[in-house]
């Protein structure tokens, strides 16, 4: 097994913890989890920092109701985050015209993440979340190699398939020595209308099962809710817009686990 190389990282300065949020199969929640755990990180006092490390496929202005081009701060070579929720964030879809495709090799994809990382004035941050896109490629090595991750959160439904991906995901990050945080099992069931029944479309239970194989803390489930999928369309993450919301409920258990396991 080849050993990632990790002599590169160097602190962002001002920024005190960085977590990753990442997923082995695309479409999982990984975007919905960042921009909600980030609201309730923020609602709990810390200074958070959001930067969407999809490149190709960025959805976090979207989904924090944000289109403002991040400026350069005259006389330097930073660029200055948007604010949105109380939050600092950054996005290729704050740099590029809404709606043109990033077509870009792996070496340019690199050298963007490492200016997210190191050309942002990210200020005194508690915590910098890092949104990831699918998978265990160019962008996870870049910031596996040079990000100082504090560690990495998985995201990942009940379903077979997803859960098959965990493992690789909990892989890549053991090669490169980055701690894992702990498994979010999202999707985890669903409470249709008006009928109170609870069922389990993609599965019951697996998301535990993985993490204790895996030896991984779990760090919760979060149910299927409408209002993740309306607050993310509309621009405010459901945590703020629908406090009372299952999923709003659950994330702010979610957030506790993660916070006695960043202090
Ligand atoms: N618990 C949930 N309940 C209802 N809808 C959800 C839930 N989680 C995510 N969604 C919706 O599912 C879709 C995919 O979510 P999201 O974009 O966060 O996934 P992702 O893992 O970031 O995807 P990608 O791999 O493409 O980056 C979105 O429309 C989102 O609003
Ligand atoms: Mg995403």
């Given at each position: 097994m080849t050993q990632v190389q990790t002599h590169e990282r160097q602190a962002i300065p001002g920024v005190k913890q960085t977590v990753a949020v990442s997923?082995?199969?695309?479409?999982?929640?990984k975007s919905t989890m960042s921009v909600n755990l980030a609201v309730a990180l923020a609602a709990q006092g810390l200074s958070v920092g959001l930067m969407?490390?999809?490149?190709?496929?960025?959805?976090i202005p979207g989904m924090m109701g944000v289109s403002e081009r991040p400026e350069v701060i005259p006389g330097t070579q930073s660029i200055r985050p948007v604010e949105a929720h109380g939050l600092s964030l950054i996005s290729m879809g704050l740099l590029v015209e809404p709606g043109v495709p990033v077509i870009w090799r792996g070496p340019m994809l690199a050298k963007m993440v490492s200016q997210f990382l190191f050309s942002?004035?990210?200020?005194?941050?508690d915590v910098l979340l890092l949104d990831l896109p699918p998978g265990t490629g160019d962008v996870q090595l870049t910031l596996t190699q040079m990000a100082p991750l504090t560690g990495a959160v998985i995201v990942t439904t009940p379903s077979t398939l997803a859960l098959e991906d965990v493992g690789r995901g909990v892989q890549m990050f053991r090669q490169s020595e980055v701690p894992i945080l702990g498994l979010i099992e999202n999707m985890s069931s669903f409470v249709c209308d008006g009928c109170d029944k609870q069922s389990y479309p993609f599965g019951h239970g697996g998301g535990a099962a993985a993490a204790g194989t895996l030896g991984i803390p779990f760090l919760g489930t979060i149910p299927l809710d409408i209002n993740l999928r309306t607050g993310a369309d509309d621009g405010t993450p459901a945590f703020l817009s629908?406090?009372?919301a299952p999923a709003s409920i659950a994330m702010r258990g979610i957030c506790r686990s993660l916070l006695e396991r960043l202090v």
């Open positions: 997923s082995g199969k695309g479409g999982v929640g969407d490390t999809d490149i190709y496929g960025p959805n942002v004035a990210w200020g005194d941050l629908r406090p009372q």
